[in-house]
């Protein structure tokens, strides 16, 4: 993307949706640059235990004695790498899957869509805890079960385009004229369907951010990965953290991450469904 691109991009976006896409790129930077933003290690003991935050820890340590800043800082990767390892596997499986299913129609698209429904209903939080119980607790597996539960709205929207593309005199001319499934895919369908897939991928790197927030707080999750969701499990495990004033910076600063970067998608992704769709802009 040019400077072009990226200047009537921002032009387009409202002030929250610029300023979650600050924020996100503030998250980025972070995770990118968390050795050199901090003084501490995110393993070891670098102070004593629970100390508020202060001038050497500014956020203060967990019951170890481990610099929260610096957790935080390490856990925004693992936070970031599952929600986008899973927005771009269920994102392009149910990109592929929406654009099978609605150009090929028949006994095919029947198939897709009665799995989509069937995904649909199936209560999915409880369903990734017994899957990520029962599989080996690791990114890998957490980034699985997610994509499992959310390649259906992609494919969802992605075939509702398709359905409507497909009814376009230019697409029938291409047909007749003997233009082959994958060169109407690329030249015609890609274009059409990727701003729409796009947005929906940024949707669910906030769903996944959150799945995995949630199975790690419930310990499902991977024990080694030091996650924003892991932190709160262990902050949650202290005997007597509700009455003692350690949940003042061990509690309040992972959620505020957590919560700060899926509103900050949510902005974004708002922003980029109405630019992707114009007419979402006129109505609302």
């Not at 300023?19 to 790129?25: M, S, T």
């Not at 080996?136 to 539960?149: D, R």
């Not at 991928?201 to 499902?220: C, P």
Request: hydrophobic content about 50%.
């Amino acid at each position: 993307m040019n400077l072009s691109s990226l200047s009537k991009l921002l032009s387009g976006m409202t002030p929250s949706g610029r300023a979650g896409l600050f924020v996100l790129g503030a998250v980025i930077f972070l995770a990118l640059a968390a050795p050199m933003v901090c003084s501490h290690s995110h393993r070891q003991m670098s102070g004593p235990a629970l100390i508020p935050p202060g001038p050497d820890h500014i956020m203060g340590t967990d019951e170890l004695g481990v610099d929260l800043w610096a957790q935080i800082c390490h856990g925004a990767r693992i936070s970031l790498l599952v929600g986008m390892g899973t927005a771009l596997a269920a994102g392009l499986g149910g990109g592929i899957a929406g654009i099978v299913s609605g150009y090929t129609g028949g006994i095919v698209d029947m198939i897709i869509m009665r799995m989509v429904d069937v995904f649909l209903v199936l209560p999915d939080l409880p369903v990734m805890i017994v899957l990520a119980a029962f599989f080996s607790p690791s990114l890998t597996a957490i980034v699985l079960v997610l994509s499992c539960f959310s390649w259906v709205h992609t494919a969802r929207i992605v075939r509702s385009r398709v359905l409507a593309l497909k009814q376009r005199q230019y697409i029938r001319a291409a047909e007749l004229n003997g233009a082959s499934v994958f060169y109407l895919i690329r030249r015609h369908f890609l274009p059409e369907v990727f701003p729409l897939a796009a947005v929906s991928m940024i949707r669910l790197t906030g769903r996944a951010i959150v799945a995995e927030a949630g199975l790690s707080f419930l310990g499902l999750g991977d024990p080694s990965s030091g996650s924003w969701g892991l932190i709160l499990h262990h902050a949650t495990s202290f005997p007597g953290i509700y009455y003692t004033r350690f949940w003042q910076w061990w509690l309040v600063f992972p959620w505020f991450s957590l919560t700060l970067m899926v509103v900050s998608l949510a902005l974004v992704s708002r922003d980029m469904e109405k630019i992707a769709d114009p007419r979402l802009g006129k109505r609302s």
